[in-house]
Every structure is written in structure tokens, then in C-alpha cells.
């Protein structure tokens, strides 16, 4: 059983969102643990996402259960956690749900653009001509808190914190 002051957040976007940018510095302020996504990919999700092909909903089944699991795992030993994860679709987001410790989502909105123009400067496996398939996957969620992450990274950080804090005092 969790303890009660454990918590789970997923941070939520399409690629180049801040997600990791984000839940790192969330996580070291709030002493948390922060879980990056992409760690728990299998190599052959890499491998096509390497190679310009978008992960189907089959890829993505098992690294989802994965994701479920270490999140409830982490919150039954007591600890509050921050998931960088794209969740795109909602039935993405039902898979990582749990109904004994539901986790809050967070949404980092952006435009395309914005997008755009990040992943011109980041080395990542995710090249930016996968951009427009994660747009055209994105379910915007309607229960998650929305945070424009168009915005410099410390006010979004600073916003996260106030809105997972805000739940929690």
C-alpha cells in the first residue's frame, strides 16, 4: 500500500515539450525521483524512431505496462515521483493510471514551432521529422493541469512546482 504522501506526477507533451528539462529540476527541487521514458524503450522502439518510424500502439503497449509498474513500485516504497512520459493519447494515460494512487498529469503545452525550432538544437534518438506524428497522435488531455510551455524554462518549472505542491499541502 502506498504511503500516503507519495506521489506521482506525469509530465506530459509531445516531443522537444521540456518534458526531461522540467522533471529534472522539479524532481531535485521537491527531492523527488524523476523517471525519464525514454530509459524504459525497448531497443527496437529506439531503433525505428531512430530511423524516421513512428512507435504504433503495439510498440508501445509493453513500455507502457513497464512505466505503470515502476511508477506503482516506486510510489509502494514510499517515494514521490515525476514521470517524463509523452502520454500521448488518453488511452496511453489510462494504462499508466492506477486507481489506488492515481497520478496527477501535467501537460506541457506548445506549438509546433516552438517545437520545430527546439529540436533544430538538441541532439536526442528522436529525430525532429517525427515531429508532425506525435501532433497528429496528441489527444490533449481534459483532466490533466495545462502549462504553456512556450514560457522560459524556470517560470514552467516554478509553475509545475506550484501546481504539484498545491496539491499536496
Given amino acids: 500500500m502506498p504511503k500516503k504522501s507519495s506521489r506521482a506526477v506525469i509530465l506530459m507533451g509531445v516531443a522537444g515539450s521540456g518534458k526531461t528539462a522540467v522533471g529534472m529540476r522539479v ?7 524523476l523517471l525519464d521514458a525514454d530509459d524504459f524503450h525497448p531497443p527496437a522502439n529506439i531503433e525505428k524512431m531512430k530511423h524516421g518510424i513512428p512507435l504504433n500502439d503495439l510498440d508501445r503497449a509493453p513500455w507502457l505496462q513497464r512505466l505503470h509498474d515502476e511508477l506503482q513500485r516506486q510510489i509502494a516504497e514510499g517515494h514521490s515521483v515525476i514521470l517524463a512520459c509523452s502520454a500521448l493519447k488518453e488511452s496511453y494515460r489510462k494504462v499508466l493510471r492506477d486507481e489506488v494512487s492515481p497520478p496527477l498529469f501535467v501537460y ?62
Fill in 27 to 33: 524532481a531535485q527541487k521537491l527531492d523527488w525521483i
Fill in 108 to 169: 506541457l503545452d506548445v506549438d509546433p514551432e516552438t517545437i520545430r525550432d527546439r529540436l533544430q538544437h538538441r541532439t536526442h534518438f528522436f529525430p525532429k521529422e517525427l515531429m508532425e506524428s506525435q501532433f497528429a497522435a496528441l489527444e490533449k488531455p481534459r483532466d490533466a493541469i495545462i502549462v504553456d510551455a512556450r514560457k522560459p524554462l524556470n517560470e514552467v518549472v516554478e509553475q509545475v512546482i506550484q501546481a504539484v505542491t498545491g496539491l499536496t499541502d
